[in-house]
T-cell receptor, first 115, second 113 residues
């Protein structure tokens, strides 16, 4: 089972460059998320997509855009990378049931350095 | 979501039970308690969740106090592979869609050989 797959695993960008982080899940989940994690900190939500065709801002959306391409794929784009965006990025997916929230499954992360 | 308070770090001897506390004194009646852990450099992993009854699965047990203002995650026989940061998260069901989890800094559990 692949679960949540993120590409690339590592990336170095120069300030001002753009790139797209890819995420795909094979569990037929409705909801997908992008988080960032800075050293020594917990994860912070950037954007989420509760279902195919919808996206919403999380806690730290500035400098990012997202696309829910289909039910499987949710991409995160940095239009003009800044050193402050150096972080580890995690994608996750989940499928809210009728009561409560089921577990969220996380990818292995993309380690991004902006120089 | 209600705020949670966890110790920054804890040690536990290998083979012993690890008991990780979490305070959530402002929890609302419809909020669940979730536990995740993050092993170094990996994505977080779901452990267990509960509303008001104690819960047990193959990984851990969750004990929630009767007033629901605190809880304890118990790893019954800790191994070195359980060394990780453990996050206690309080979360309500969001109705039409799941708008993500709020992670604090968690507890760094170190299992000593």
């Amino acid at each position: 089972n692949a679960g949540v797959t993120q590409t690339p695993k590592f990336q170095v960008l120069k300030t001002g460059q753009s790139m797209t982080l890819q995420c795909a899940q094979d569990m037929n989940h409705n909801s997908m998320y992008w988080y960032r994690q800075d050293p020594g900190m917990g994860l912070r939500l950037i954007y989420y997509s509760a279902s195919e065709g919808t996206t919403d801002k999380g806690e730290v959306p500035n400098g990012y855009n997202v696309s829910r391409l289909n039910k499987r794929e949710f991409s995160l784009r940095l239009e003009s990378a800044a050193p402050s965006q150096t972080s580890v990025y995690f994608c996750a997916s989940s499928d809210p049931p009728g009561v409560g929230i089921t577990e969220a499954f996380f990818g292995q992360g993309t380690r991004l350095t902006v120089v | 979501d209600a705020k949670t308070t966890q110790p920054t770090s804890m040690d536990c001897a290998e083979g012993r039970a690890a008991n990780l506390p979490c305070n959530h004194s402002t929890i609302s009646g419809n909020e669940y308690v979730y536990w995740y852990r993050q092993i170094h450099s990996q994505g977080p992993q779901y452990i267990i969740h509960g509303l008001k009854n104690n819960e047990t699965n193959e990984m851990a047990s969750l004990i929630i106090t009767e007033d629901r203002k605190s809880s304890t995650l118990i790893l019954p026989h800790a191994t070195l592979r359980d060394t990780a940061v453990y996050y206690c998260i309080v979360r309500a069901y969001s109705g039409g869609g799941a708008d993500g989890l709020t992670f604090g800094k968690g507890t760094h559990l170190i299992i000593q050989p």
